[in-house]
């Protein structure tokens, strides 16, 4: 799921374990030679560049976040098979590359490689199957228990814990609408503290409207006004701010 801090956690390891991060965002129109390297005039001569992902392939002690990668096409991500073999060593460019030591390689999307069954995740595709067996393990990540959600809120935003509280618990009602089918997609943490840091100048309602309300398909409209107007208290908010 969005949301459930997916790239965080590889930025927050990389960090508390003293290493180097690299992180590359892939989109519909990326091509191997984008994050790979190619060749190219340099001074008059033509020489092969290396691209994000080959320089940190190389690096010791680097972790490497293939971020969205179901947005690009399969075909353009092949090239990735022969890195990510155990003790690889690959020809690109006109020379071997090696993985350096302690290199670690992880991937994040929104579909656990299978592509968007649900109709919430436009643009993702089906990974090769080939490219999703070089990856050790697939890990399914859950949204935070809510103690731990209500603190990364406060943290972000400065707001107090209970008008983190108070605006979450309605967050957990649409994710029960999305179990039951009632919402399509229930608002992210990210739209929470853009609805928290704006409530103040923009007022309750349209802070709501702008930060989640028209983010919503018309099928989850009712629902989640609904939700809103059983969870969501104005003066609580105001007292709060």
Known sequence: EKGTGKSETV?????????????????????????????????????????????????????ILLDEITNADPAALATLNGFLEPN???????????????VLVFAADNTLTNGDESGRYAGTRQMNSALADRFARVVAFKHLPLADEINAVTRHTGCTEALAEHVLKAVHACRAKVTSGDIIDAPSIRQVMAFIRSVAVLGVDEAWAASIGHRQPSESATAIEAIKATYISDSFIHANI
Do not use: W
């Open 11 to 63: 930025r927050q390891f990389a960090a508390r374990t003293g290493r180097g991060y690299c992180r590359i965002n892939f989109h519909k129109y990326t091509t191997s030679e984008d994050y790979i390297g190619a060749m190219g005039l340099v001074n008059g001569d033509t020489v092969f560049t290396e691209g994000d992902f080959l320089q940190a392939f190389t690096t010791p002690a680097t972790l």
């Open 88 to 102: 690889s060593a690959v020809s690109y460019g006109g020379a071997v590359r090696r993985r350096a030591p302690n």
